[in-house]
């Protein structure tokens, strides 16, 4: 159990992150171990996109800088392929074609109109809710970073569970498709939400309800675009599951910066 977690936590980050790990197993066993921790490499990143946020505004910059930074770190950290996940599922979806040219569109190395549109918008939101809150203090824009980044890799978690198929037979979508039993999603939805109230009560009781409430909606429309995706698509994808994360980040942020 224990090899199996070390290979777990090496296919989460090898997967999810351009962080240098070494794949050592890439079967069924190591894809759920994996996708289990995926939080925990969303964790990771949410700390190293806090810390230039951080240092940038107790150096004196304004709080855009801050958060500009802090939303450029997660898409190093990924080389894009989130970002250029949900702009080919925006794609994709956007299309309106059946679910085998939508795969073909999504397939495609350029961006259309509908990809487009949703990183600018998605972009702007992020980087919106960042400032609003580094206006507030370092210690909110930071903790914000760093709950969007772990509920951005639960919401892929749970697309992982069992009875979610694959829309292809090859790719990061086949990989794992199916590969998390729904009490082993649940139980560390349970914990990673838990966390999140953790993370907020640093600011008080309605910061732990506050930050509760907003990875729960994350996950919430995370699961209403994942029914989508697998109703259009006849399963799930590697852009599907950037689309995801990149969706959920964004909504805990906003759900951060209401109230």
């Known amino acids: 159990m224990t090899s199996l977690n070390s ?47 951080s240092l940038l505004l107790l150096f004196g910059s304004g709080p855009l800088l801050a958060a500009v930074a802090s939303a450029a770190v997660p898409a190093a950290l990924t080389r894009g392929l989130h970002l250029d996940g949900l702009a080919d599922t925006a794609d994709g979806l956007g299309s309106g074609k059946p679910a085998e040219d939508a795969l073909r569109i999504m397939k495609q190395s350029d961006i259309g109109p509908f990809g487009v549109i949703t990183l600018l918008f998605v972009l702007l939101a992020q980087v919106a809710v960042l400032q609003q809150l580094y ?3 370092w210690v909110r824009g930071a903790v914000a970073a760093v709950a969007a980044g772990a509920v951005a890799r639960l919401a892929l978690t749970l697309a992982s569970r069992a009875g979610v198929p694959a829309a292809r037979p090859e790719g990061l979508g086949a990989a794992v498709a199916g590969t998390v039993p729904v009490r082993g999603a649940v139980a560390v939805a349970v914990a990673a939400v838990a966390a999140c109230a953790g993370a907020g009560a640093l600011f008080g009781g309605y910061g732990a309800l506050r930050y509760g409430l907003a990875a729960l909606a994350a996950l919430a429309v995370a699961q209403l675009l994942l029914r989508h995706c ?5 399963g799930v994808t590697g852009d599907v599951f950037g689309a995801l994360a990149e969706t959920a980040a964004t909504v805990t942020l906003v759900g951060l910066a209401l109230g």
Do not use: N, S, Y
Not at 30 to 48: D, K, Q, S, T
């Open 230 to 234: 697998v109703r259009r698509f006849g």
């Open 135 to 137: 206006a507030q203090g």
């Open 7 to 53: 290979h777990g936590i090496r296919f989460a980050f090898g997967t999810l992150t351009v962080i240098p790990v070494r794949i050592t197993r890439w079967d069924r066993e190591a894809a759920r171990a994996g996708m289990l921790c995926a939080p925990l490499a969303g964790l990771v990143v949410g700390v190293l996109a806090a810390v230039p946020g």
